[in-house]
């Protein structure tokens, strides 16, 4: 969590205060007029000092009229609350339009579905695991981890093996999607997540058993302390039974939002702190899979640890601003659904970007003999091999991008060689197929 320093909100009293703050609720709500939900922290600075206080006490009113609790508690026995403005209602209402749809919602038409789905099939779930690590301190490039992954070869330093372990995490919360949130899948999470680790003396797939563990501020204060460990299994035993909670409105249940409701999950990991290290990843990991739980099948295609890694610092403060403000969940489901929706919008533009490319070198194709010869996935690799000469293709690398089997990969990128549009050679037992300089030369001058 990013070092940053908060001031606790002024706190409402119904008896003291509410005659003091009468004049003003006329013209205040739960947000500004931008639709912001603004922590005291910033509030202050954008209205009149002298009556700063009575305003914060007007928007703090209208807000705790709007609460709505989700049956969990801090380590005092204070509920954790969270209300759903005018602004964030819209932005689930968009949400909601390009998650449940499918591809083409995301990239805004139709035209282009069939390609569109390829791409996706293709490795953008290795993105997020190479990020995730990065956020947290890995510093091997992305081009290296992505080799590593595409080939399965064994990773060479702790960093690759937290890439790895990323990779591995995400296909298990995909594996148990299915199923009910328990302490063993949560400590699951969290030994795939930090195995071959040693961080911060981590041991993988147990809770910590000190409280030496604490969140700084940016003056070497601290900022959270996390519930003490003796407590740990009894609070995951209640994130549980909300996780696994009909929330769904139907039958006179309570309606939480299945986004908001993932959010909660992924702040309740980083508040309790159960482990030593890696609660970031298990958090992320338990974001994931509540969302796929709840049929939202496009979020395993967009990177949240890569915007989390842009802006660590509005991520530290949304946690803070909850903490400091009577345990108001709003800030932080806020910075979350705006970081999603900043995700969708990356996926649409590399969905843009790829189906661009593969066009542009379809339609070179289709002016020559090759056209009508090479299939999708081999014009999609003469595209990589024109963009990059002399590079490296295996049957492994190639079967994991474009999730087909290593009998198919290896029937694509024989093509490609009998067709002289690929070299291959061996490297030990291994065939390597290599991207000749003069491809294109050979795309415009020869017939197949």
Known sequence: MAKARVENAPKFNWSDDFK???PFLSECDATDKKGRYLHWS???WRVEKENAENLWKAVKFKRMTQYKQIGLKDENGNPFVYCTPHSMEATLYQLVKITGGNVGVVAGSTASDSLQNKFLVSSLIMEEAITSAQLEGASTTREVAKKMLEEEREPVDEDERMILNNYLLLKYAEQKSKDELTLDMILE??????QGTTENNVVPGEFRVENDIFIEDGDGNVAHQPPDFTLIEERLKLLCEFANQDHSGQGGCDFVHPLIKAIV????????HPFRDGNGRTARALFYWFMLKSEYRLFKYISISKLLKEKPKEYGLSYMYTEKDDNDLTYFIYYQLDTIYKAFGELENYLDNKVYEYKKISESLEKTAWGNVLNFIQKDLIKKAVKEPGRIFTIKEVSKSYSISDNTSRSHLNKLTELRLFL?????KKTIFIAPSDLLQKLNSTAP
């Open 424 to 428: 291959s050679t061996k490297d030990g």
């Open 265 to 272: 999950l992924h702040f309740m990991i980083g508040y309790e």
């Open 189 to 194: 999470f969290h030994r795939i997540a930090t």
């Open 42 to 44: 910033q509030f202050k």
């Open 20 to 22: 003091d703050i009468s």
